[in-house]
């Protein structure tokens, strides 16, 4: 089945000039065969308040997964599973099974550190460190003991990231000399250099203006080819545009009056764009609530 669908097709506007059969949004979605999350009953509280109830979904490689909802859904408090960032707020607690290529990310035996080394995050704030370009990117191959090479590295991160042609004469300047967007690429840049396998972002382009959101969806879709992504997003065109498959998610109130969230639906997006299955999708998707 095509991603091409009722929304804007992805890569349509893209400003690349390129004739919309030769981008990807008329390609195949890849399968689910092999998933590189699969997340099984998921539930997170937060002390005694079980925010998030019974999430069950699989994350297919080098594709865009969208997650879209309400605010409060817990969109966020799911993509921080992923790569246990959650285990950073004291009152979470994780319950269920998240795997990532079938080994439970949750045993005690897993590194935490070297998880969200393979599992980058990209955050709504564009947050540079206060340090030069090169720095930025060169931080965490440093950290990782590179020692020579470290120059090929930052390069090839920021190319990767469509930010080396706008930079490469001024490495040594402050990373705060950049604009919003060239900050967001920049700190996807920092994410790509120490070699992961996935990039989460949450809201990346919130807080960027329409050209610049352009630019990183672009950014993504070429991104898809090597890493998997997996995207929140408030903007439900990002979304259609840009993503493979599409997570719905919404909040409901349980018998005892307490607020929780969980998945609704989760497709192609073509399908829960055009001919969704759950009423609450349809609603949310054409704008009657959220
Ligand atoms: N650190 C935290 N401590 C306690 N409760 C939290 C924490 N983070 C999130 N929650 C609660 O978990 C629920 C889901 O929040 P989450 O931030 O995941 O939603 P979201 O879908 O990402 O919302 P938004 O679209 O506004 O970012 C909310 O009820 C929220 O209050
Ligand atoms: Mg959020």
């Known amino acids: 089945m095509s991603v091409s669908n009722t929304a804007t097709p992805r890569g349509s506007e893209s400003g690349r000039g390129v004739a919309p059969d030769t981008v990807r949004y008329n390609r195949e ?3 689910l065969d092999e998933p590189v999350f699969d997340v099984s009953g998921l539930s997170i509280h937060y002390g005694s ?15 865009i997964t969208a997650m879209i909802g309400p605010s409060g859904c817990g969109k966020s408090t799911v993509l921080r599973t992923f790569n246990r960032m959650n285990d950073l707020i004291p009152e979470a607690r994780v319950e269920g099974s998240v795997t990532y290529h079938g080994e439970d990310l949750y045993d005690p035996a897993v590194d935490p550190i070297e998880v969200r080394r393979r599992i980058g995050m990209v955050f709504q704030k ?8 090169y720095d930025n990117i060169a931080f965490g191959p440093r950290i990782m003991g590179v020692r020579s090479g470290l120059d090929d ?4 991160s920021l190319t990767k990231a469509a930010l080396w042609d706008e930079v490469k004469d001024k490495l040594k300047e402050s990373a ?9 690429r ?3 840049a920092r994410a790509i250099a120490v070699n ?4 989460l972002m949450d809201e990346p382009c919130s807080a960027l203006d329409p050209i610049a959101t352009l630019k990183i969806e672009d950014l993504m879709y070429e991104l898809a080819d090597e890493f998997t992504i997996v995207i929140v997003t408030h903007n439900m065109q990002q979304a259609a ?6 997570a719905f998610f919404t909040a409901a109130i349980d018998d005892n009056g307490d607020r929780f969230g969980g998945l609704v639906e989760y497709d192609e997006t073509a399908t829960i764009f055009s001919k969704p299955s759950d009423k609450r999708t349809e609603d949310y998707i054409s704008g009657r609530f959220g």
């Not at 705060?176 to 967001?184: N, P, V």
């Open 126 to 133: 564009p947050n540079p460190f206060p340090k030069s370009i």
């Open 153 to 156: 590295v930052v390069e090839e």
């Open 241 to 246: 545009r840009v993503s493979d498959r599409t």
């Open 29 to 31: 979605v890849p399968g």
């Open 176 to 184: 705060f000399a950049l604009s919003g967007g060239q900050q967001q």
């Open 186 to 188: 920049l700190c996807i």
């Open 196 to 199: 992961p396998e996935v990039i």
């Open 49 to 63: 308040n079980k925010a998030v109830r019974d999430v069950n979904m699989k994350v297919g490689p080098r594709q």
